[in-house]
């Protein structure tokens, strides 16, 4: 069929054609090429009645090709894009409940993977950079499942930051963990993680009035 595409070129026939070829490709399973042939459909016929259809499957096929959520999520960031032109420009398509969907499902995608990358400074104690990673994580991506794991280990580890520093840098990150736990605690009162939050706001708490009573001394670098 491909063969005959360029020989159906100025005839009824090569839309459907095209069009044909693009579909057997995804039904195929050969996403990127899908993808591909279903763009070069509507760069070759904007004005037919399947641009939309063609449109959805193109963005249907980059979701597809989607790599699993622990690889780079460069197609998949790729795939979003497609997806929401999609639905910005056809409001009212039939196929908007499948398209939301498919948004909702790389949106996940791609909060798991940056929450996993962000995850990763906690898990090998660069603590300062995972209190860092963190917030911009849960700034970048509010209302995210993953929203309330990443506040307490944000709380962690500014606690484990603030344990590790040099006397004079300790008492203003201890502060700083006491405020991260007062929010934690006011945004989710019920969690599961309440008591191992207390108990590096205690910890906080006495360590900042040991460090108050101490002489004063010349702050050094840390």
Same mark, same amino acid.
């Given at each position: 069929?491909?063969?005959?595409?360029?020989?159906?070129?100025?005839?009824?026939?090569?839309?459907?054609?095209?069009?044909?070829?693009?579909?057997?490709?995804?039904?195929?399973?050969?996403?990127?090429?899908?993808?591909?042939?279903?763009?070069?459909?509507?760069?070759?016929?904007?004005?037919?009645?399947?641009?939309?259809?063609?449109?959805?499957?193109?963005?249907?096929?980059?979701?597809?090709?989607?790599?699993?959520?622990?690889?780079?999520? #460069?197609?998949? #960031?790729?795939?979003?894009?497609?997806?929401?032109?999609?639905?910005?420009?056809?409001?009212?398509?039939?196929?908007? #409940?499948?398209?939301?969907?498919?948004?909702?499902?790389?949106?996940?995608?791609?909060?798991?993977?940056?929450?996993?990358?962000?995850?990763?400074?906690?898990?090998?104690?660069?603590?300062?950079?995972?209190?860092?990673?963190?917030?911009?994580?849960?700034?970048?991506?509010?209302?995210?499942?993953?929203?309330?794991?990443?506040?307490?280990?944000?709380?962690?580890?500014?606690?484990?930051?603030?344990?590790?520093?040099?006397?004079?840098?300790?008492?203003?990150?201890?502060?700083?963990?006491?405020?991260?736990?007062?929010?934690?605690?006011?945004?989710?009162?019920?969690?599961?993680?309440?008591?191992?939050?207390?108990?590096?706001?205690?910890?906080?708490?006495?360590?900042?009035?040991?460090?108050?009573?101490?002489?004063?001394?010349?702050?050094?670098?840390?």
């Amino acid at each position: 069929l491909e063969e005959l595409i360029p020989l159906l070129k100025g005839r009824p026939e090569a839309e459907k054609a095209q069009f044909y070829f693009a579909n057997t490709n995804y039904k195929q399973r050969n996403y990127v090429l899908s993808a591909y042939y279903f763009k070069q459909f509507v760069d070759t016929y904007p004005n037919s009645p399947q641009v939309e259809e063609a449109q959805f499957l193109r963005a249907k096929s980059l979701f597809r090709d989607s790599p699993d959520a622990d690889l780079d999520q #460069t197609n998949t #960031t790729t795939a979003l894009e497609t997806i929401q032109d999609f639905l910005n420009n056809y409001t009212e398509s039939q196929f908007r #409940t499948e398209a939301d969907g498919m948004s909702q499902q790389l949106q996940r995608k791609i909060e798991s993977k940056a929450f996993g990358s962000a995850k990763l400074y906690y898990s090998l104690r660069y603590n300062q950079a995972a209190v860092t990673a963190l917030t911009n994580f849960n700034v970048q991506y509010p209302g995210t499942p993953y929203a309330e794991q990443a506040d307490f280990l944000r709380l962690a580890a500014q606690y484990a930051w603030a344990k590790e520093s040099i006397e004079s840098k300790q008492k203003e990150r201890f502060v700083d963990a006491v405020a991260i736990y007062q929010h934690f605690i006011d945004t989710y009162p019920q969690s599961k993680s309440i008591r191992q939050a207390q108990a590096m706001y205690d910890d906080s708490r006495v360590e900042m009035k040991r460090l108050e009573a101490l002489p004063a001394e010349g702050t050094a670098a840390n």
